[in-house]
Structure formats: structure tokens, C-alpha cells
């Protein structure tokens, strides 16, 4: 199966420029193909996914791939898809959120020098920064109409209808400096394929456009549909906001639990989409979830390898504990950085180290101070009903202490009350 047939079995495919032509050309030789971001945040978010884990996709397949970093782009901001004009960032703010999400590329892409088609990632800034307005406007603008412009989609919406924002000469003029990008990559790398989500289809032409009437060189666009999820909510959002990839933003926890907890009539897809799982595994995990959804082996297959793929094996195990724990599960043999993930998901109270000492923390005063318990009265008829746990043993007696020897990585004691109510006792 070819990459475009892999890409089309995984529903990754809305349209192409020349879908028969590029099948053709693959099929002759390794191209070079690129995707570009915007660095608009200091992480990327799991809306980038699908066109990084694509890029990985065709790496694999033996292509090379470059990442795009839009230090210039960024700097104006894309219209596509938005109601209004997005905030202009500094050059300061791109830079550092350029050099925050390369860590992050390199989870996606492989980067190893020693490769023929190792990644690369570039920034626009450091051919776009160099050029003149008027030489820009002669090179490049001359060779688009306004008419064809205002009819790009991502112009269009924000002139039509009851938009009184619409909009601004600087983001009209966005698509030109993606266009010159794919322009400048094809004559200083021989790229050949720009490849993207479907809004950006009109960002895209332009490029294969401006490459064919100033180079004479015929070069392809190809575009994957925009993810949303069953229920018609936002792909890549929670109630807490945005999935990023930073673990500092969205922790592995978080992530994890994301990707568990997605809509039962959306896993095998998003297997499709972001899992390098072959055919049959999808297939087979298909019908185990259709006969059985309740076991959720899918769920459980998707969340571990996107934290896998995004934080690495070490910290999807450390994830996958800390669900267990909170689950109820025992804390024999739990890993500090697993313990620490339970501990950020939870409330936290202070306790000192001295106060442990000798005697100990009276229980009840514990799960009054932790917000778990009301009063010290409800928290002793909570006791006594068998509702309490300390680091996730049943604890019954309200004259019990908490001291050093509940004491986990010198930092930690876990409180529950009743099946869901945890807290941690951070020890000071």
C-alpha cells in the first residue's frame, strides 16, 4: 500500500492539487515536503498533530520532511478559520516559542543527522526578514490578482455577511507570504508537497501557484480534513481548555485521561489518525470495541500510544498508575514522578515534617484541613462508616495518627473519602 493509500484508509485525505500526478511522482523517487506552524503559544497543542504525525508518516516511507516554523508568518497571522484579527506577537515571543516547541518536534519527527532523510526544521523569518516591501510587492504580489485572492476561502468568511471586523491588510496579505514559502523551500530544497489541514487549501495554491508561474516547476498540495469530535464539540479541547504537548501545560495525567476518555464513536478514528498502529490492529482493536466497548481496549490502546508518541514510555506508565491510583488502586511500587501526577490532579494541604514526628496528625484534623471532611465530627462518622483511606488503605479508627511512616518519597500522604474524594498532604 502506498503512503496515499495508507493516508486515504485513515480518512486523511480531503483534496490535492493532482492527486494522480503526485501518486506518480511518489511512486518515482523520495520527495522532500514540508508543513508549516505558527509558534502563536510556547507549546504546540494536539490540533498540530495530524499534519506532524503525516510528516512522520511519509518519513517513514523514506521522504524527508521539513517543519516549518512561521517567525514571519506568526508575526501576521493566519485568517483562516478565525471570526476576528488575531494578536500580533514580537519577534521576542516568536523566537522563544520556536525554541520551546522544538523539544516537542522531536518526539514527532526523527531528527538523527546520519539519516538521508533526516527532519529538518526551518524558520520563514530567515528568508522573509531579508526582503524589501517593494521588492515583495514586485517578486511576488504581481503575480496574483485581488479578484483571486478575495475569493480564497479564508478571506471570503470575513468579508460576507454581518462581519463588521472584516479584514486587515496585513492578514490579507498572509496567504502571499505562504505562498512564497513553499516558492522558496522548492528553490533551496527541492521541496515539492505542502501538506496541511483543509483550511488551509487556499494558503496552499497559492504556493503551487506562485512555484509553477515564477519557477516554471510544478509542485503539489495535499490536505487532511479538520478534526472535530462526534458529539460536534472541538477536537484537542477539555473543560480545562486546550491539550497542549508541553507536559508543564497539559500534564501527562491530563493527556493521558484525554485520550482514554474520548467518545466511544471516535476512537477507532483517532486510532486511524494519530497512531502509527498498522491496519490489522486497527481492524482487529475495531472489532474487539465493537463486540465489547465496555472492556475499552481501544480507549486504553489510543491513550497509551499518544502519550507514548508525545511524553515517551516512562511517563505513560507513570500516567497510567496515577489513574490507577486514583481508581483506588494500591501504592506498592509506584514511581515518584506517578505519585507527583496524582498529587497535581488532587487538592493539596500542608503539612510539617515536625508535626509527624513523635505522636503525628490526629486523622480527623488531617481531613478537616484537607477540605475532605466538613468538621472533625463528620469526619469521625466518616471513619467509622468505612469511607477513609490513607494512601489508599482502609483506615477506621479516629484516633489514629498520621506520622513519618505514611510518608511516601519523603513528600507525600494520600487521603480518600468515600470512592472519589482524594487529597494530598504535601509534608513541608
Request: a negative charge; one cysteine or more.
Amino acid at each position: 500500500m502506498t503512503i496515499l493509500e495508507d493516508l486515504q484508509w485513515r480518512g486523511l485525505y480531503t483534496d490535492c492539487t493532482a492527486l494522480n500526478e503526485l501518486t506518480k511522482r511518489l511512486s518515482d523517487s523520495p520527495i522532500t515536503l514540508y508543513a508549516g506552524f505558527d509558534p502563536t503559544a510556547d507549546s504546540l497543542h494536539v490540533g498540530n498533530l495530524v499534519p506532524l504525525i503525516a510528516l512522520r508518516r511519509f518519513q517513514n516511507a523514506g521522504h524527508r520532511p521539513i517543519a516549518l516554523a512561521g517567525g514571519a508568518t506568526g508575526s501576521i497571522g493566519d485568517p483562516s478559520g478565525k471570526k476576528s484579527e488575531r494578536q500580533l506577537l514580537t519577534k521576542e515571543v516568536l523566537d522563544r516559542n520556536i525554541t520551546a516547541v522544538r523539544k516537542q518536534l522531536a518526539s514527532i519527527l526523527d531528527f538523527n543527522e546520519t539519516l538521508p532523510n533526516t527532519a529538518q526544521l526551518v524558520d520563514n523569518a530567515s528568508w522573509v526578514g531579508p526582503i524589501s516591501f517593494l521588492d515583495f510587492l514586485r517578486d511576488v504580489g504581481k503575480y496574483f490578482t485581488v479578484n483571486s485572492m478575495v475569493a480564497k476561502e479564508s478571506v471570503k468568511s470575513r468579508l460576507g455577511g454581518d462581519n463588521e471586523v472584516g479584514i486587515s491588510y496585513t492578514e490579507f496579505s498572509y496567504m502571499l507570504l505562504q505562498g512564497y514559502d513553499f516558492y522558496h523551500l522548492n528553490q533551496a530544497e527541492n521541496c515539492e508537497l505542502q501538506i496541511g489541514g483543509s483550511d488551509q487549501w487556499g494558503n496552499i495554491t497559492v504556493g503551487t501557484e506562485l512555484t509553477r508561474k515564477k519557477a516554471g516547476k510544478t509542485v503539489y498540495g495535499l490536505t487532511f480534513p479538520l478534526i472535530t469530535n462526534a458529539d460536534g464539540s472541538k477536537f484537542g479541547k477539555s473543560e480545562a481548555g486546550a491539550i497542549w504537548l508541553d507536559a508543564k501545560r497539559t500534564s501527562v495525567y491530563r493527556f493521558y485521561q484525554y485520550f482514554i476518555n474520548v467518545d466511544d464513536r471516535d476512537v477507532i478514528k483517532f486510532l486511524k489518525y494519530f497512531t502509527f498502529l498498522s491496519h490489522e490492529e486497527i481492524d482487529a482493536l475495531e472489532a474487539q470495541h465493537k463486540e465489547n466497548p465496555g472492556a475499552r481496549d481501544a480507549h486504553r490502546t489510543l491513550a497509551f500510544e499518544m502519550t507514548k508518541l508525545v511524553h515517551g514510555e516512562e511517563a505513560t506508565q507513570d500516567a497510567i498508575n496515577a489513574s490507577k491510583i486514583l481508581f483506588g488502586g494500591g501504592l506498592d511500587g509506584i514511581s515518584e514522578n506517578a505519585l507527583s501526577e496524582v498529587a497535581n490532579e488532587i487538592p493539596n494541604a500542608n503539612v510539617s515534617t515536625a508535626d509527624l514526628q513523635g505522636e503525628g496528625v490526629s486523622i480527623l484534623d488531617a481531613l478537616v484541613n484537607s477540605g475532605l471532611s466538613a468538621s472533625r465530627k463528620n469526619a469521625k462518622k466518616d471513619l467509622q462508616g468505612g469511607g477513609v483511606n490513607v494512601n489508599n488503605k482502609r483506615i477506621q479508627d479516629p484516633q489514629a495518627k498520621l506520622t513519618q511512616a505514611d510518608v511516601h518519597f519523603e513528600k507525600y500522604i494520600l487521603l480518600r473519602r468515600g470512592k472519589k474524594n482524594y487529597a494530598a498532604l504535601i509534608v513541608e
